[in-house]
């Protein structure tokens, strides 16, 4: 989840189901195949190539990676086969307030797990996936997380939980709704991000998500996102992007019954030093 000032895009596509809505302005969204629009807020299917340009102000742009029951719902209950659907401002009010609130005070990860769970509710009709998350999944995205810097092999993955390789796959991409590669590749790009925020280098952002070189960073980040990464440091301060060094957040209704939160999953507000 990103909250903040969203640059303008270029065209770009990426293995996520996508939500992006305004919290000030209206803002103009289009696809390969649609042309410009003005609306509050989109969804966007995946892989679809779109384009976002003048966003006024601050948005939210919420990438759905967990269970293919979420994605299969907004799919099915919200897209019905379509690459866009703009959403209606009565939907998203609510949505708006909070997330205006969230930043210029802490939010943790849960409350914003529970909001983007309310709002896809809200856009399908459908209650969300109540399931448990297979224990060898989350040793599993343990893992992933603790090598993302290294090359990752789908043998060790397998191997480190005692499944077979095919059976791991099926897993992985039942629970977590897309394949294991574009997976590992979309954690580097959040690694990435977030080390760009904390003010590394590009080079040393590269490196340290494990990517081969900082060409293959920038390109792959320009694909996937619709800015270069030189972008994102201009918005050190002024941009929030949600993350948690912990998978057992993955469901924290299911996963965390008790309410802790690790610390990781606080959002720091932006310095009063920022600029607007």
């Not at 293959?216 to 060094?245: A, D, E, N, W």
Request: with cysteine; proline share 6%.
């Amino acid at each position: 989840m990103f909250i903040g000032r969203h640059p303008d895009l270029e065209m770009h596509r990426h293995a996520t189901l996508q939500i992006t809505f305004a919290l000030d302005h209206l803002f103009e969204v289009r696809t390969a195949h649609l042309p410009w629009a003005r609306t509050p807020g989109a969804a966007i299917a995946s892989n679809c190539p779109h384009q976002f340009r003048r966003f006024q102000g601050a948005g939210v742009s919420l990438h759905v990676v967990p269970e293919a029951r979420y994605t299969g719902d907004l799919d099915d209950g919200f897209l019905r086969g379509a690459d866009l659907r703009r959403i209606t401002p009565a939907i998203l009010t609510p949505y708006v307030t909070f997330f205006r609130d969230a930043l210029t005070g802490p939010l943790e990860c849960s409350e914003v797990f529970l909001k983007c769970e309310r709002l896809i509710e809200d856009l399908t009709g459908r209650n969300g996936y109540k399931g448990v998350v297979d224990e060898r999944l989350l040793v599993a995205l343990d893992r992933i997380e603790s090598e993302l810097p290294r090359q990752i092999s789908l043998k060790s993955l397998a191997h480190h939980v005692c499944l077979s390789e095919d059976r791991f796959l099926h897993l992985f991409t039942e629970q977590l709704g897309l394949p294991l590669r574009p997976y590992v590749l979309y954690q580097r790009i959040l690694r990435a991000t977030a080390e760009v925020l904390e003010g590394h280098s590009i080079t040393q952002a590269a490196v340290g998500a494990g990517f081969s070189d900082t060409a293959h960073f920038s390109r792959t980040f320009l694909r996937m996102t619709g800015v270069h990464p030189s972008v994102i440091k201009q918005y050190r301060g002024t941009v929030k992007v949600s993350t948690c060094s912990s998978s057992r957040c993955i469901r924290p209704t299911a996963m965390n019954p008790t309410g802790d939160h690790c610390l990781s999953c606080v959002l720091k507000r932006p310095s009063a030093a920022s600029p607007p």
